[in-house]
């Protein structure tokens, strides 16, 4: 029988929950190479990484191109969402276990609303979440905690202490220690994990099985 360790359960989504890397790519590109004339690497778009996907639009191109970008943007994102676009290897189980347990879950992540909830639908797990809050769904994004804030209010959850927030990035680490719930790094989202360690997450997971025995779900 399977014990959970915390009540609720905070999820980054991109490098976390899914490998999202390669359709923003693409999808990015097919949003600036009409404008600019030069497609950008992998390591120039991880730059641009801060702001939901539609602010990095409107941050790189002059007013005039945002709609028409963006519109471009979506569009990619979604025709090739299936081809480019999976959950990790065992995170579907993971997410189907500790909602059976009764734990709480919940998405917090730096990208727009609705390619968040584009992904989370294709990717068929939309309905593990009782909260998703995305970039555009906040005044400040991670690392600060407003969102994380907002979804363990809207979960009534009156004690952080039995919370976890569950991400690749510094900025999710950061933003878990300022809501005040536990932090647990993820080691297969992106190949350097320095930025990761140096922000000191309580727990540090290299696998999907040592998350879930971290969270108290193994079966």
Not at 30 to 52: H, Q, W, Y
Not at 64 to 88: C, P, Q
Not at 168 to 175: E, H, L, M
Request: glycine residues 10%; charged residues 20%.
């Amino acid at each position: 029988m399977m014990t959970p360790r915390f009540s609720t359960l905070i999820f980054d989504l991109d490098g976390t929950l899914a490998d999202i890397l390669p359709v923003i790519d693409e999808s990015f590109n097919d949003a600036f190479v009409p404008i600019t004339g030069k497609p950008l690497s992998p390591e120039e778009i991880r730059a641009l990484f801060g702001p939901p996907d539609n602010y990095v639009i409107r941050n790189v191109l002059a007013p005039e191109y945002h709609d028409a970008a963006i519109g471009r943007y979506v569009a990619t994102y979604e025709r090739r969402h299936r081809d480019l676009v999976s959950l990790f290897d065992g995170i579907g189980d993971l997410l189907a276990d500790a909602q059976a347990a009764g734990v709480k879950l919940a998405v917090v992540t730096g990208k727009s609303r609705n390619t968040a909830l584009m992904t989370l639908d294709i990717l068929g797990v939309l309905d593990r979440f009782e909260v998703v809050y995305a970039g555009d769904d906040v005044d400040r994004q991670k690392p600060d905690p407003m969102a994380l804030g907002m979804a363990l209010a809207d979960l009534s959850h009156g004690d952080p202490a039995h919370a976890a927030m569950i991400g690749d990035s510094a900025a999710d680490v950061i933003a878990g220690k300022g809501a005040g719930v536990a932090t647990i790094g993820v080691l297969w989202g992106v190949p350097d994990h320095t930025d990761l360690l140096q922000a000191g997450p309580d727990i540090v997971c290299e696998s999907v099985a040592a998350l879930r025995v971290a969270v108290g779900l193994v079966r």
